[in-house]
C-alpha cells in the first residue's frame, strides 16, 4: 500500500512571495504523482501529474512540482502567489495492485493562505 | 472535457434513512470512485469500481455500498444514515492506461448533513 505525507497543513504567505508546498510519499512499487487544488464549495481541479520523464513537471496557473526519487518527494512551487491562489491543495499517488486500478490515495491537504 | 456530475450539491437527511447519492460521467471512464472529504483527514477512499457490476472496497467501506449498473453511473448508498456520515462526498472517474491510473476527473460534491 502507499502513503503521502503533507507536512504542512496551513501555509501563510505574503502575495507575490514564492511557496513551496511539500509532499512525502511511500511506496513499494512505481508511482504516478499528482497534486490537485480546492477552491472553497467546489470540488478537486488537476493542477498538474507526474508520470514519466522529466521530473519537472508544469501545470496550470503557473504551478510546477519536482519528482524526486531518492527523497521520495514531489513538492510543488510557484515563483510568485497571488491572492486568487488561496485554496486547498492535494497531493496524491496512484500505484498499480495488480487487480486492476487502485484509487488515488491523498494526502490531508495543505491550506495555502495568501495575505496581502 | 471530462464531466463529473453529482445529482445534489446539498443534502439533509434523518439518521436512519437510506440515502442514495448519484454520479455520472459522460467520457467513457472505466474507473469510477466515492471518496469523503472531512477536516483534518483528507479525502479517504470509500468504494471504487473499474467496470460495470464491479467494485472494490476503500478504506473505509463501513456503513457503505455501492451499484455500478451502466458504466457511466455509479451510486453510494448509505443503508441506514448516521450523524457520524455527515461529511462531503466526492465522486471521480478515470481512466488506466497501462500502470496505474492517469488522474482523476472529480465532480463538485455533495454536502450531506444528517440529523
Known amino acids: 500500500a502507499q502513503s503521502v505525507t503533507q507536512l504542512d497543513s496551513q501555509v501563510p504567505v505574503f502575495e507575490e512571495a514564492p511557496v513551496e508546498l511539500r509532499c512525502n510519499y511511500s511506496s513499494s512499487v512505481s508511482v504516478y504523482l499528482f497534486w490537485y487544488v480546492q477552491y472553497p464549495n467546489q470540488g478537486l481541479q488537476l493542477l498538474l501529474k507526474?508520470?514519466?520523464?522529466?521530473?519537472l513537471v508544469k501545470g496550470i496557473n503557473g504551478f510546477e512540482a519536482e519528482f524526486n526519487k531518492s527523497q521520495t518527494s514531489f513538492h510543488l512551487r510557484k515563483p510568485s502567489v497571488h491572492i486568487s491562489d488561496t485554496a486547498e491543495y492535494f497531493c496524491?499517488?496512484?500505484?498499480?495492485?495488480?487487480?486492476?486500478?487502485?484509487?488515488?490515495?491523498f494526502g490531508k491537504g495543505t491550506h495555502l493562505i495568501i495575505q496581502p | 472535457d471530462v464531466k463529473v456530475t453529482q445529482s445534489s450539491r446539498y443534502l439533509v437527511k434523518r439518521t436512519g434513512e437510506k440515502v442514495f447519492l448519484e454520479c455520472v460521467q459522460d467520457?467513457?471512464?472505466?474507473?469510477m470512485f466515492w471518496y469523503r472529504q472531512d477536516p483534518g483527514l483528507g479525502l479517504r477512499l470509500i468504494y471504487f469500481?473499474?467496470?460495470?457490476?464491479?467494485?472494490e472496497k476503500g478504506d473505509i467501506p463501513e456503513g457503505y455500498s455501492v451499484s455500478r449498473e451502466k458504466k457511466e453511473r455509479f451510486s453510494l448508498i448509505l443503508e441506514s444514515a448516521s450523524t457520524n456520515q455527515t461529511s462531503m462526498y466526492l465522486c471521480?472517474?478515470?481512466?488506466?492506461?497501462?500502470?496505474?491510473?492517469?488522474?482523476?476527473?472529480f465532480g463538485s460534491g455533495t454536502r450531506l448533513t444528517v440529523v
Open positions: 496524491a499517488v496512484s500505484a498499480y495492485s495488480g487487480g486492476g486500478a487502485d484509487g488515488l490515495t
Open positions: 471521480a472517474s478515470g481512466t488506466s492506461m497501462g500502470q496505474g491510473t492517469y488522474g482523476y476527473t
Open positions: 469500481s473499474y467496470d460495470v457490476k464491479m467494485k
Open positions: 467520457m467513457d471512464h472505466e474507473n
Open positions: 507526474y508520470l514519466s520523464g522529466s521530473t
